[in-house]
């Protein structure tokens, strides 16, 4: 009886999110988080109705990128109310986390259903899109994230131009594969460095290795974004890169990367 229950308000919730897109990465610190951020912003700024919905319990860090350390996530009527970020709507779990060790007791719980409850006991109301900061990789807690979002219109992953992070990538697109998830795209982040003094792009890595990569495994490149000193800087004072530095050449780069799903 309380199984359906659950179902038909999971459903209801569903149901009222026009498009719902998974971030995923291979593995942690190629800029996930920072994408995740960057994509809700975009459309958000874009006029859309946005929700963020980050569940990466290895460092949810998307409280400190939109400067929402001190906010609390309000309950009423058995409904979690989302940060409201000027009309944008947050979830973290860095809302729920005391201390850094509680992220094993999250782990556990990814498990058991947490990502359902965030979304079928938060008052999301009518979004257009809803994008999900996954847990990387390719285990358990990320298979939780898809599968509660099962009619999710797909995945961007993220990758950087390294073989190493090439090889992670592959796994994530067999892992989309298997779970019927289509793959919207790949975003190839830390491509090439821009020179905060003169503006000039400089490689790092052998470049064009996402591209490659790509066509290869037969899914979109949804392109490129450099290292840019100004991201992490965007990052650690709390607002969206894209907002800050709206006028960059890079912030065109991360708009282009705005998918029209
Ligand atoms: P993940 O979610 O994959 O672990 P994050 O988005 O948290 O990665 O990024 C890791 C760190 O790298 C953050 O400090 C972020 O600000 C920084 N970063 C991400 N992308 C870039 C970039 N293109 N240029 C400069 N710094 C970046």
Same mark, same amino acid.
């Not at 919730?13 to 026009?18: D, P, Q």
């Not at 319990?57 to 001190?70: A, C, D, F, Q, R």
């Given at each position: 009886e309380q199984e359906f229950e659950d179902r038909r308000r999971l459903a209801s *919730?569903?149901? *009222?999110? @026009?498009h719902k897109i998974v971030v995923l990465s291979g593995k942690g610190g190629v800029g996930k988080s920072t994408v995740? /951020?960057?994509?809700?912003?975009?459309? =958000?700024l874009a006029g859309k109705k946005v929700g963020?919905?980050?569940v990466d319990? =290895?460092? &949810?860090? /998307? &409280?400190?990128?939109?400067?929402?350390? @001190?906010s609390q996530v309000l309950e009423g009527n058995g409904e979690l109310v989302p940060v409201d970020l000027n009309g944008m709507k947050v979830i973290s779990l860095g809302f729920f986390l005391k201390e850094q060790d509680e992220a094993v007791i999250w782990r556990g719980a990814m498990k058991t259903g947490v990502i359902t409850?965030?979304?079928r006991d938060v008052a999301w109301g009518d979004l257009d899109y809803l994008i999900v900061d996954s847990p990387p990789g390719t285990g358990d807690e990320p298979l939780s994230v898809c599968q509660t979002l099962e009619d999710a219109d797909g995945a961007v992953i993220v990758t950087t131009p390294q073989k190493v992070a090439a090889v992670d990538v592959r796994k994530s697109i067999s892992f989309c594969r298997q779970i019927n998830l289509p793959v919207l795209g790949v975003i190839e982040n830390m491509n090439g460095f821009v020179c905060p003094k003169c503006g000039e792009l400089t490689a790092v890595f052998q470049s064009g290795g996402g591209k490659l990569m790509a066509d290869d495994m037969g899914v979109p490149f949804l392109g490129s974004v450099p290292i840019d000193p100004r991201i992490s800087e965007a990052g650690d004072s709390g607002v969206a890169f894209l907002q800050r530095y709206a006028d960059s050449t890079t912030a065109g780069l991360f708009q282009s990367l705005i998918i029209p799903v």
């Open positions: *919730r569903l149901c *009222r999110i @026009k995740a /951020v960057n994509l809700a912003m975009g459309l =958000h963020l919905l980050d319990i =290895h460092g &949810p860090s /998307v &409280p400190t990128m939109l400067g929402l350390e @001190k409850q965030f979304i």
